[in-house]
Protein backbone atom coordinates (compact mmCIF):
# COMPACT_ATOMS: atom_id res chain seq x y z
CA UNK A 1 0.00 0.00 0.00
CA UNK A 2 1.37 3.23 -0.79
CA UNK A 3 2.12 6.15 1.17
CA UNK A 4 -1.12 8.30 -0.19
CA UNK A 5 -3.57 5.41 0.22
CA UNK A 6 -2.29 4.67 3.80
CA UNK A 7 -3.28 8.60 4.73
CA UNK A 8 -6.65 8.13 3.24
CA UNK A 9 -7.18 4.95 5.25
CA UNK A 10 -5.92 6.59 8.31
CA UNK A 11 -8.44 9.86 7.40
CA UNK A 12 -11.05 7.87 6.88
CA UNK A 13 -10.82 5.93 9.96
CA UNK A 14 -10.25 8.97 11.89
CA UNK A 15 -13.80 10.19 10.45
CA UNK A 16 -15.41 6.95 11.45
CA UNK A 17 -14.19 7.10 14.74
CA UNK A 18 -15.78 10.23 15.72
CA UNK A 19 -19.35 8.85 15.03
CA UNK A 20 -18.99 5.94 17.57
CA UNK A 21 -20.41 6.07 21.19
CA UNK A 22 -18.63 8.37 23.63
CA UNK A 23 -15.24 7.39 24.49
CA UNK A 24 -13.89 7.85 28.07
CA UNK A 25 -12.21 11.01 27.07
CA UNK A 26 -15.57 12.59 25.72
CA UNK A 27 -16.59 12.21 29.74
CA UNK A 28 -16.39 14.95 32.19
CA UNK A 29 -15.33 13.59 35.25
CA UNK A 30 -16.47 15.01 38.65
CA UNK A 31 -13.85 14.37 41.63
CA UNK A 32 -16.87 12.50 44.18
CA UNK A 33 -15.02 13.33 47.43
CA UNK A 34 -17.13 17.03 46.34
CA UNK A 35 -20.56 15.00 46.57
CA UNK A 36 -22.13 14.13 49.17
CA UNK A 37 -21.56 10.40 50.85
CA UNK A 38 -23.28 8.63 53.72
CA UNK A 39 -22.64 5.29 55.68
CA UNK A 40 -20.29 6.95 57.97
CA UNK A 41 -19.95 6.63 61.14
CA UNK A 42 -17.29 9.55 61.41
CA UNK A 43 -16.31 12.47 59.00
CA UNK A 44 -12.85 12.47 60.10
CA UNK A 45 -12.14 9.27 58.47
CA UNK A 46 -8.37 8.17 57.45
CA UNK A 47 -9.18 8.49 54.28
CA UNK A 48 -12.03 9.82 52.68
CA UNK A 49 -13.60 6.26 52.10
CA UNK A 50 -12.29 4.38 54.78
CA UNK A 51 -14.62 3.87 57.68
CA UNK A 52 -12.30 4.39 61.08
CA UNK A 53 -11.00 7.77 62.32
CA UNK A 54 -7.36 8.12 61.68
CA UNK A 55 -6.76 8.10 65.91
CA UNK A 56 -7.33 4.87 65.76
CA UNK A 57 -4.66 3.72 64.17
CA UNK A 58 -2.07 2.01 66.54
CA UNK A 59 -5.01 1.72 68.82
CA UNK A 60 -7.73 -0.85 67.03
CA UNK A 61 -6.22 -4.42 66.57
CA UNK A 62 -4.49 -4.41 63.43
CA UNK A 63 -7.26 -6.65 61.90
CA UNK A 64 -9.74 -4.36 63.08
CA UNK A 65 -7.99 -1.06 61.59
CA UNK A 66 -7.37 -2.95 58.27
CA UNK A 67 -10.87 -3.83 57.61
CA UNK A 68 -12.05 -0.56 58.85
CA UNK A 69 -10.18 1.20 55.60
CA UNK A 70 -12.73 -0.84 53.93
CA UNK A 71 -15.50 1.35 52.53
CA UNK A 72 -18.49 -1.13 53.44
CA UNK A 73 -22.18 0.53 53.82
CA UNK A 74 -21.45 3.92 51.93
CA UNK A 75 -22.77 5.24 49.32
CA UNK A 76 -21.93 8.66 47.71
CA UNK A 77 -25.31 10.78 46.42
CA UNK A 78 -25.56 12.99 43.43
CA UNK A 79 -28.37 14.11 40.60
CA UNK A 80 -27.65 13.77 36.76
CA UNK A 81 -29.30 14.09 33.81
CA UNK A 82 -26.90 11.55 31.62
CA UNK A 83 -27.86 8.60 29.91
CA UNK A 84 -24.58 6.81 30.75
CA UNK A 85 -21.94 6.83 33.55
CA UNK A 86 -18.34 6.53 33.42
CA UNK A 87 -17.19 5.16 37.13
CA UNK A 88 -13.09 5.54 37.47
CA UNK A 89 -12.56 3.98 40.25
CA UNK A 90 -8.95 3.25 42.72
CA UNK A 91 -8.99 0.20 44.85
CA UNK A 92 -6.96 0.28 47.95
CA UNK A 93 -5.86 -2.96 48.75
CA UNK A 94 -6.95 -5.09 45.45
CA UNK A 95 -8.67 -7.70 47.66
CA UNK A 96 -9.22 -11.44 46.40
CA UNK A 97 -11.90 -13.61 47.70
CA UNK A 98 -12.76 -17.58 46.95
CA UNK A 99 -16.17 -16.93 49.04
CA UNK A 100 -17.14 -13.32 47.15
CA UNK A 101 -17.63 -12.15 43.60
CA UNK A 102 -15.44 -9.61 43.08
CA UNK A 103 -18.56 -7.26 42.05
CA UNK A 104 -18.91 -7.41 45.90
CA UNK A 105 -15.25 -6.71 46.87
CA UNK A 106 -14.14 -4.15 45.04
CA UNK A 107 -16.84 -3.29 42.55
CA UNK A 108 -19.74 -0.56 42.80
CA UNK A 109 -23.70 -0.48 42.80
CA UNK A 110 -25.83 2.34 40.76
CA UNK A 111 -29.80 2.99 41.78
CA UNK A 112 -31.86 5.36 40.61
CA UNK A 113 -34.95 7.07 42.64
CA UNK A 114 -37.69 5.99 40.33
CA UNK A 115 -41.06 7.31 41.37
CA UNK A 116 -39.93 7.61 44.87
CA UNK A 117 -38.55 4.24 45.10
CA UNK A 118 -34.57 3.11 44.24
CA UNK A 119 -34.05 0.98 41.56
CA UNK A 120 -30.86 -1.13 40.86
CA UNK A 121 -29.88 0.35 37.31
CA UNK A 122 -25.80 -0.98 37.07
CA UNK A 123 -22.97 -2.56 38.95
CA UNK A 124 -19.26 -1.33 38.29
CA UNK A 125 -17.52 -4.17 37.53
CA UNK A 126 -13.78 -4.35 38.55
CA UNK A 127 -10.93 -4.70 36.75
CA UNK A 128 -8.49 -7.68 36.34
CA UNK A 129 -11.55 -10.08 37.77
CA UNK A 130 -9.85 -13.58 38.37
CA UNK A 131 -6.31 -12.19 37.77
CA UNK A 132 -3.96 -12.37 40.36
CA UNK A 133 -2.20 -8.81 39.71
CA UNK A 134 -2.72 -6.01 37.70
CA UNK A 135 -3.46 -1.97 37.96
CA UNK A 136 -6.20 -1.19 40.79
CA UNK A 137 -7.96 1.60 38.70
CA UNK A 138 -10.72 0.69 36.99
CA UNK A 139 -13.33 2.49 34.39
CA UNK A 140 -16.59 0.87 33.46
CA UNK A 141 -19.99 2.99 31.72
CA UNK A 142 -23.19 1.95 32.69
CA UNK A 143 -26.11 2.76 30.09
CA UNK A 144 -29.71 4.14 31.22
CA UNK A 145 -30.57 6.29 28.29
CA UNK A 146 -33.90 6.07 28.94
CA UNK A 147 -33.06 8.43 31.45
CA UNK A 148 -31.14 10.67 29.67
CA UNK A 149 -32.27 14.52 29.88
CA UNK A 150 -34.07 14.41 32.72
CA UNK A 151 -32.37 15.37 36.16
CA UNK A 152 -33.10 12.13 38.43
CA UNK A 153 -31.62 10.75 41.95
CA UNK A 154 -28.57 8.62 41.74
CA UNK A 155 -26.93 6.47 44.65
CA UNK A 156 -23.99 4.52 43.99
CA UNK A 157 -22.86 2.11 46.73
CA UNK A 158 -19.08 0.99 46.90
CA UNK A 159 -16.99 -1.64 47.66
CA UNK A 160 -17.35 -3.63 50.50
CA UNK A 161 -14.54 -5.51 50.97
CA UNK A 162 -12.11 -2.94 49.68
CA UNK A 163 -11.38 0.66 50.29
CA UNK A 164 -12.35 3.03 47.72
CA UNK A 165 -9.18 5.18 47.57
CA UNK A 166 -10.17 8.03 44.57
CA UNK A 167 -13.59 8.00 42.76
CA UNK A 168 -15.01 9.78 40.24
CA UNK A 169 -18.36 10.00 37.87
CA UNK A 170 -17.93 10.75 34.38
CA UNK A 171 -20.91 12.03 32.38
CA UNK A 172 -21.37 12.81 28.83
CA UNK A 173 -20.12 16.40 28.33
CA UNK A 174 -23.73 17.87 27.30
CA UNK A 175 -24.58 16.37 30.59
CA UNK A 176 -24.88 17.62 34.21
CA UNK A 177 -23.83 16.34 37.80
CA UNK A 178 -25.03 18.10 40.54
CA UNK A 179 -25.63 17.99 44.77
CA UNK A 180 -28.87 15.70 45.35
CA UNK A 181 -31.43 17.86 46.39
CA UNK A 182 -33.89 14.68 48.00
CA UNK A 183 -33.23 13.70 51.31
CA UNK A 184 -33.79 9.48 51.00
CA UNK A 185 -32.26 7.49 52.17
CA UNK A 186 -32.96 10.32 54.99
CA UNK A 187 -29.83 10.81 56.74
CA UNK A 188 -31.12 11.63 60.31
CA UNK A 189 -31.82 9.16 63.06
CA UNK A 190 -29.46 6.66 61.30
CA UNK A 191 -29.49 2.94 62.08
CA UNK A 192 -25.83 2.37 63.54
CA UNK A 193 -24.79 -1.66 62.75
CA UNK A 194 -22.01 -3.78 64.64
CA UNK A 195 -21.12 -6.76 63.35
CA UNK A 196 -19.14 -9.57 61.38
CA UNK A 197 -18.53 -10.11 58.22
CA UNK A 198 -22.33 -11.27 57.66
CA UNK A 199 -22.79 -7.63 58.49
CA UNK A 200 -19.97 -5.86 55.94
CA UNK A 201 -21.25 -7.78 53.48
CA UNK A 202 -20.15 -11.55 52.74
CA UNK A 203 -21.46 -13.17 50.36
CA UNK A 204 -23.73 -10.58 48.57
CA UNK A 205 -23.46 -10.31 44.74
CA UNK A 206 -22.86 -6.62 44.29
CA UNK A 207 -22.55 -3.94 47.01
CA UNK A 208 -26.15 -3.22 47.04
CA UNK A 209 -27.74 -6.26 47.98
CA UNK A 210 -25.74 -6.66 51.31
CA UNK A 211 -27.98 -6.63 54.73
CA UNK A 212 -27.27 -2.50 55.84
CA UNK A 213 -28.29 -1.52 51.69
CA UNK A 214 -31.56 -3.44 51.51
CA UNK A 215 -32.44 -2.67 55.25
CA UNK A 216 -31.37 0.71 54.47
CA UNK A 217 -33.65 1.27 51.19
CA UNK A 218 -36.36 -0.73 52.90
CA UNK A 219 -36.60 1.90 56.11
CA UNK A 220 -35.77 4.79 53.43
CA UNK A 221 -32.98 5.50 56.61
CA UNK A 222 -29.31 5.81 56.52
CA UNK A 223 -27.82 2.88 57.54
CA UNK A 224 -24.00 2.48 58.91
CA UNK A 225 -22.22 -0.60 58.31
CA UNK A 226 -19.56 -1.40 60.89
CA UNK A 227 -19.33 -5.27 60.29
CA UNK A 228 -15.34 -6.38 61.01
CA UNK A 229 -14.98 -9.55 59.02
CA UNK A 230 -13.85 -12.55 61.69
CA UNK A 231 -13.33 -9.08 64.52
CA UNK A 232 -16.43 -8.44 65.95
CA UNK A 233 -14.98 -9.09 69.06
CA UNK A 234 -16.86 -6.34 71.44
CA UNK A 235 -13.54 -3.91 70.88
CA UNK A 236 -14.33 -0.62 73.08
CA UNK A 237 -13.41 1.52 70.98
CA UNK A 238 -15.40 0.94 68.50
CA UNK A 239 -18.20 1.13 71.03
CA UNK A 240 -16.82 4.59 71.67
CA UNK A 241 -16.98 5.20 68.15
CA UNK A 242 -20.61 3.89 68.58
CA UNK A 243 -21.51 5.87 71.10
CA UNK A 244 -20.06 9.62 69.57
CA UNK A 245 -22.31 9.04 66.59
CA UNK A 246 -23.99 12.38 67.62
CA UNK A 247 -27.93 11.10 65.96
CA UNK A 248 -28.72 7.55 66.16
CA UNK A 249 -32.01 6.21 65.96
CA UNK A 250 -31.20 2.85 66.86
CA UNK A 251 -28.46 0.47 67.62
CA UNK A 252 -28.16 -2.93 66.27
CA UNK A 253 -25.39 -6.02 67.49
CA UNK A 254 -24.86 -8.54 65.28
CA UNK A 255 -21.59 -9.53 66.59
CA UNK A 256 -22.77 -13.21 67.51
CA UNK A 257 -20.93 -15.06 64.51
CA UNK A 258 -17.57 -14.23 65.33
CA UNK A 259 -18.08 -14.49 69.52
CA UNK A 260 -17.80 -17.49 71.92
CA UNK A 261 -20.51 -17.88 74.63
CA UNK A 262 -17.34 -16.89 76.90
CA UNK A 263 -16.67 -13.54 74.93
CA UNK A 264 -20.34 -12.71 75.25
CA UNK A 265 -20.57 -13.40 78.62
CA UNK A 266 -17.38 -10.96 79.32
CA UNK A 267 -17.96 -8.37 77.10
CA UNK A 268 -21.47 -7.98 75.94
CA UNK A 269 -22.94 -6.01 78.77
CA UNK A 270 -20.13 -3.53 78.94
CA UNK A 271 -19.85 -3.07 75.19
CA UNK A 272 -23.73 -2.43 75.90
CA UNK A 273 -23.04 0.02 78.41
CA UNK A 274 -20.75 2.49 76.37
CA UNK A 275 -23.82 2.69 74.20
CA UNK A 276 -26.33 3.49 76.56
CA UNK A 277 -24.41 5.94 78.99
CA UNK A 278 -23.90 8.28 75.53
CA UNK A 279 -27.63 7.63 74.55
CA UNK A 280 -29.88 6.28 77.30
CA UNK A 281 -32.72 6.98 75.55
CA UNK A 282 -31.70 5.21 72.37
CA UNK A 283 -33.12 1.94 71.36
CA UNK A 284 -30.66 -0.99 70.89
CA UNK A 285 -30.81 -4.17 69.01
CA UNK A 286 -29.00 -7.26 69.79
CA UNK A 287 -29.31 -10.18 66.94
CA UNK A 288 -28.94 -14.01 67.54
CA UNK A 289 -25.87 -15.94 66.09
CA UNK A 290 -27.81 -17.04 62.74
CA UNK A 291 -28.96 -20.86 62.68
CA UNK A 292 -26.53 -22.14 59.90
CA UNK A 293 -27.70 -24.51 57.34
CA UNK A 294 -25.25 -27.32 58.76
CA UNK A 295 -26.49 -27.17 61.98
CA UNK A 296 -29.59 -29.72 60.45
CA UNK A 297 -26.85 -32.07 60.10
CA UNK A 298 -23.87 -31.27 62.75
CA UNK A 299 -24.46 -31.78 66.19
CA UNK A 300 -20.86 -29.80 67.17
CA UNK A 301 -22.30 -26.62 65.22
CA UNK A 302 -25.84 -26.79 66.78
CA UNK A 303 -24.19 -27.17 70.11
CA UNK A 304 -21.64 -24.22 69.65
CA UNK A 305 -24.47 -21.90 67.94
CA UNK A 306 -27.24 -23.13 70.80
CA UNK A 307 -24.77 -21.89 73.44
CA UNK A 308 -23.57 -18.62 72.27
CA UNK A 309 -27.35 -17.58 72.29
CA UNK A 310 -27.68 -19.29 75.30
CA UNK A 311 -25.39 -16.75 76.57
CA UNK A 312 -26.78 -13.12 74.68
CA UNK A 313 -30.03 -14.62 76.26
CA UNK A 314 -28.28 -14.60 80.05
CA UNK A 315 -27.08 -11.45 79.32
CA UNK A 316 -29.77 -9.93 78.28
CA UNK A 317 -32.28 -10.64 80.66
CA UNK A 318 -29.90 -9.29 83.98
CA UNK A 319 -30.08 -5.78 81.38
CA UNK A 320 -33.82 -6.67 82.21
CA UNK A 321 -33.63 -7.26 85.86
CA UNK A 322 -31.53 -4.43 86.04
CA UNK A 323 -34.12 -2.73 84.66
CA UNK A 324 -32.73 -1.58 81.22
CA UNK A 325 -35.68 -0.70 79.25
CA UNK A 326 -35.63 0.39 75.32
CA UNK A 327 -33.34 -3.14 74.64
CA UNK A 328 -34.56 -6.10 72.08
CA UNK A 329 -33.36 -9.18 71.11
CA UNK A 330 -34.08 -10.67 67.52
CA UNK A 331 -34.20 -14.51 67.53
CA UNK A 332 -32.32 -16.58 64.53
CA UNK A 333 -35.65 -18.62 63.82
CA UNK A 334 -36.52 -17.92 60.08
CA UNK A 335 -33.55 -15.86 59.42
CA UNK A 336 -32.28 -17.76 56.76
CA UNK A 337 -35.39 -19.57 55.75
CA UNK A 338 -35.97 -23.14 56.08
CA UNK A 339 -34.46 -24.65 52.87
CA UNK A 340 -31.05 -24.33 53.65
CA UNK A 341 -30.32 -21.83 50.32
CA UNK A 342 -29.53 -18.84 52.44
CA UNK A 343 -25.70 -19.27 52.14
CA UNK A 344 -22.85 -19.49 50.58
CA UNK A 345 -20.65 -22.29 52.01
CA UNK A 346 -23.04 -22.68 54.88
CA UNK A 347 -22.01 -19.73 56.96
CA UNK A 348 -21.93 -15.97 54.41
CA UNK A 349 -25.39 -14.98 53.32
CA UNK A 350 -26.54 -14.96 49.61
CA UNK A 351 -28.59 -12.39 48.14
CA UNK A 352 -31.55 -14.82 49.09
CA UNK A 353 -30.01 -15.13 52.97
CA UNK A 354 -29.82 -11.01 52.98
CA UNK A 355 -33.40 -10.45 51.85
CA UNK A 356 -34.39 -13.16 54.31
CA UNK A 357 -32.46 -11.61 56.86
CA UNK A 358 -33.62 -7.64 56.37
CA UNK A 359 -37.68 -9.20 56.58
CA UNK A 360 -37.14 -9.98 59.49
CA UNK A 361 -35.40 -7.32 61.43
CA UNK A 362 -37.03 -4.40 59.29
CA UNK A 363 -40.25 -4.88 61.15
CA UNK A 364 -38.52 -4.60 64.44
CA UNK A 365 -36.55 -1.45 63.76
CA UNK A 366 -39.44 0.67 62.00
CA UNK A 367 -41.02 1.23 65.42
CA UNK A 368 -38.29 1.76 66.74
CA UNK A 369 -37.42 4.24 64.33
CA UNK A 370 -41.25 6.13 65.28
CA UNK A 371 -42.97 4.70 61.61
Given at each position: MNRVMKRFFAALLLSLTALLPLAADDYVYTDASTLPVFGKVCQDTYEHFSRLPARLEGVSRPAVWRLGRDSAGEYVRFASDAGSFSLRWTSTFMTKSANMTACVVRGLALYVNDGGEWIYVGTGRPANEGKESGPNETTHKISCSKLEGEMHEYMLYLSLYDGVKKLEIGVPEECRIEAPKLNSPRAEKAVVMYGTSILQGASASHPGLCGTALVGRMLDRQVINLGFSGNALLDMEIAELMAAYPDPGVF????????????????????????????????????????????????????????????????????????????????????LGSDNTGTIEGTHFTDIGFVSYANILVPVLRPLLGE
Open positions: VLDNMPNGSAELTLEKQEAFFRVLRKAHPDVPVVFIENPNYPGMRYDQHREDYVNGKNAALHKVFDKLVADGEKNIYLVGAMNM
